[in-house]
């Protein structure tokens, strides 16, 4: 039997950093955070790392990776790592990763992951080819935009090519139907020690200026010239409806069992052990009850920030605090133990 005291678990010091490293505490595995230089003293602070690796950018995340290879760590991805290294180099790391990493290319291409939902019978919002084609309201999504800066919403097709206008630098986009609903990211767990997903919390994002715009009257709005934008600043906590729980498991479960056809660009073969681990489906409910999913992050996301207590449905199933960075802690500790790491490092 494998001893946990043997490994490490490991991720960058931002986005999700402090629930993963003190969920490795909790479940007694050492904690390594290699942060970047000046943003230390937030994981000395909390206490939530054995050792921590200093770098002057997580850009230059290769020149200490031997040292994470020599303590054995285990890296978990989550935002930042994917946004930082982008997934083809996450393909080269040679330390033990968390993860099938060939899914990584599915969930940041646009059309792929588009291929991969629908393939899962998803409910998406429709996509307009041509500007031509517009016949509902539509919201604009730069290729390059970062957090939903800079998106905009067109009514007709008039309206586009006003507001497009604003934008000249702007190579790629997509029009995409713009649902009228309220937004819920659901955070889901699938392990493949116990075959099982689990549905770890809810929450919804709040984001500056959208949130903040129905404060002013609409006329003032309209005087004022204000453009909305979407930068995310935190994320709140929600529970859904319990009919609603039904639904929200299968669209999980299809959306794992169709990742196991996903084609690995490596090997030209699908990626068989597919999605596993902490993701999110990002939807838009709409009054008929639809979840009309937007987007899949297939890593642990910032949403799940404010469960590191655990949350109502982990508390349920776990009766102890479960936030997902403790959950994947659990994962690598069973996996460890039972000897089947390697089932779970992609
Ligand atoms: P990013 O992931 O690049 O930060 P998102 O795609 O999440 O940006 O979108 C930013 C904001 O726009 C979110 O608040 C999301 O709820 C909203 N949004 C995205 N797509 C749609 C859509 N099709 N209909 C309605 N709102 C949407």
Redesign the pocket.
Known sequence: MGNIKDYAICTLGSHTALQILKGAKDEGIRAIAVCQKGQEDIYKHFGVADEIILVDSFKNFFEIEDKLVKANAIMIPHGSFVSYLGWQKVQDIKVMHYGSKGILEWESDRVKERDWLKAAGLKL?RLFKSPEDIDCPV?I?FHG????KG?FIAKSTKEFYERIKEYPGEEGYVI????VGV?VYTHYFYSLINEELEVMSFDK?Y?SN?DSIGRIASKDQMEAGIRTS?T?VGNIPIVVRESLLPEIFKMGRNVVTESRKLIDYKTGKPISKGLYGSFCL?A?VDPELNF?V??ISARIVAGTNPFINGSPYTWLRYNEPMSTGRRIARDIKQAIEMDKLDLILG
């Open positions: 919002p919201i999504k935009a970062k957090g939903g998106y995409q139907e713009y649902v937004p994002r984001e959208a979407y995310i990002e838009i009309n937007f987007e």
